[in-house]
């Protein structure tokens, strides 16, 4: 059964760049008719999609967080990976990294499934 | 791009049916069948409920069930049960990204 598992630092400092790895384990992320996604959720907030992934890299950021996003993904090891640069106290969150599936060829749109979730903070 | 809009709460008593509404813009919920539902626990990850308005995953009790009419989708929790208590969060392809995504603010559903 595919399980995803966050991971990286839970205290991010003001200005600097946060960096998650979301570990992929019990089927390939190169797999056709999948993407990977990441989604936050600051405290006692609602959810916010991040951005988009697929296998061969191709990536689609949500606009409001575009300019301070980069995800990227290593097929070697099985991963995905989030940078959001330029942090403010804004930015703490539980961040998630989700499956979803390729709505332009499948015509199904869904996020599952879902890695437990990391929380980050940001503070000086 | 604005969240989605959900009741901050919803409640039922024990077996009664409840339903939560989610209302987006011709941009997202009204232009695409599309629409996801989450439930979320608290402490815990979301879990996929409902995909593309109407398809419920294997695994999911079939007291669940969605619907879409224009701009508004809804979920329908019948024959609720204490274990149904939790957060609900839709969520809706949306226009205004390629594979772009906009989620609700969540509704509480309390059983009373």
């Known amino acids: 059964q595919l399980q995803l598992q966050e991971s990286g630092p839970g205290l991010v400092k003001p200005s600097e760049t946060l960096s998650l790895t979301c570990s992929v384990s019990g089927g390939s992320i190169s797999i056709s008719g999948y993407y990977w996604g990441w989604i936050r959720q600051p405290p006692e907030k609602g959810l916010q999609w991040i951005g988009t992934?697929?296998?061969?890299?191709?990536?689609y950021y949500n606009s409001s967080l575009k300019s301070r996003v980069t995800i990227s993904v290593d097929t070697t090891k099985n991963q995905v990976s989030l940078k959001l640069s330029s942090v403010t106290a804004a930015d703490t969150a539980v961040y998630y990294c989700?499956?979803?599936?390729?709505?332009?060829?499948?015509?199904?749109?869904?996020?599952?499934?879902w890695g437990q979730g990391t929380l980050v903070t940001v503070s000086s | 791009q604005s969240a989605l809009t959900q009741p901050a709460s919803v409640s039922g008593s024990l077996g009664q049916s409840i339903t939560i509404s989610c209302t987006g813009t011709s941009n997202d919920v009204g232009s695409y069948n599309y629409v996801s539902w989450y439930q979320q626990r608290p402490g815990k990850a979301p879990k996929l409920m409902i995909y593309d308005v109407i398809n419920r995953p294997s695994g999911v009790s079939n007291r669940f069930s969605g619907s879409k009419s224009g701009n508004t989708a809804s979920l329908t929790i019948s024959g609720l049960q204490a274990e149904d208590e939790a957060d609900y969060y839709c969520?809706?392809?949306?226009?205004?990204?390629?594979?772009?995504?906009?989620f609700g603010a969540g509704t509480k559903v309390t059983v009373l």
């Open positions: 992934i697929s296998y061969s890299g191709k990536t």
């Open positions: 969520s809706s392809y949306t226009a205004y990204s390629t594979l772009g995504e906009v």
């Open positions: 989700a499956r979803r599936s390729d709505v332009l060829t499948a015509f199904s749109n869904r996020f599952d499934p």
